[in-house]
């Protein structure tokens, strides 16, 4: 990337970010964004909802004349606000974004570190690249919408501390989770295909990652214009071991036991009872949803895979 491509970017955190010490975070990240935004305002983010109202002052500009970056620090939960700022006021502004969370599951589809000093020095080799977006009703999202165990596994994880335990209590409550699913009954309109059933668990998903594993879909692209849906047809061991196989789309029903993938551009859920939603980290929403893919919806910098490379982590 030339230095000083861009005119003036502006950094959102907020003070809760996953970092310890957020101003030497703040000054580290700030020390590389420099070398390519002319003019860098670091703002911050006291409430949830400030950075959709940011979003709102860029588009009229209000905030300056002149923004043409947009850089995010921060976890999943801080990502999904600005997208959907950008989103809910058509503002067309480039993001860059550097990891202050637990599990950072889009960073790594952009094959940015979780790191945030060595993220945001990857950002100056790194390219504009245009991505997919969901929108869940009036929400959007990046990443993926998730019902049932997701959603009981989110809600084990945020009663402790995410955190101070970390990925350690994600795996602790999974276990406790997967022990006592809780099954629903589904009514799915897949595009112009309707599906009924009995799960623990259904997954849509744009991103390669959630919960900082990679799906092992090998063909999945968050910017192919499509959603990928997982149902989740039996709880027994076998759909255990079948999420560590790496497969593709192909092959992905024949090999699968008790996990169906379908791609879609549309799909629409309902269930009995109503249950609630996760989407992209965030326990956001109530079914029935909606939810449509919205092809090439954002630019992002992201990382070519071969300049990874030099990163050592």
């Not at 790194?126 to 869940?136: A, C």
């Amino acid at each position: 990337m030339e230095s000083n491509k861009f005119k003036h970017g502006v950094l959102f955190y907020h003070e809760q970010s996953g970092i310890k010490d957020i101003y030497r975070g703040l000054g580290d990240v700030a020390t590389s964004l420099t070398t390519f935004c002319k003019h860098l305002s670091i703002q911050l983010s006291e409430n949830e909802g400030d950075i959709i109202q940011y979003c709102q002052k860029i588009k009229n500009q209000s905030y300056s004349d002149d923004v043409d970056i947009i850089f995010i620090l921060g976890g999943d939960g801080t990502i999904n606000e600005l997208v959907n700022g950008i989103m809910q006021h058509e503002l067309d502004v480039p993001i860059g974004i550097i990891p202050g969370g637990t599990f950072n599951d889009f960073v790594k589809t952009l094959n940015i570190s979780p790191r945030h000093k060595t993220a945001s020095q990857q950002l100056i080799q790194s390219e504009l690249q245009s991505y997919d977006v969901m929108k869940i009703n009036d929400q959007y999202a990046l990443n993926f919408a998730g019902l049932g165990l997701i959603v009981q596994n989110a809600e084990n994880v945020q009663n402790g501390n995410k955190d101070l335990f970390g990925k350690l209590s994600y795996v602790s409550s999974t276990v406790k989770t997967l022990l006592n699913p809780e099954h629903f009954d589904y009514k799915l309109t897949v595009d112009d295909t309707v599906i009924d059933g009995n799960t623990a668990m259904l997954v849509v998903a744009n991103g390669l990652f959630i919960g900082g594993s990679r799906i092992p879909l090998t063909d999945l692209s968050p910017n192919d214009g499509y959603l990928n849906l997982f149902i989740f047809e039996e709880h027994s061991s076998s759909v255990l071991s079948d999420i560590f196989k790496q497969r593709d789309s192909m092959n992905w029903n024949h090999m699968t036991d008790g996990i169906q993938h379908l791609l879609s551009k549309k799909i629409s859920i309902e269930t009995e009872p109503q249950i609630k939603v996760d989407i992209d980290g965030e326990i956001a929403l109530k079914t029935p949803i909606n939810i449509e893919i919205i092809p090439n919806a954002i630019k992002i910098l992201t990382l070519p895979a071969n300049k990874k490379e030099q990163y050592d982590d």
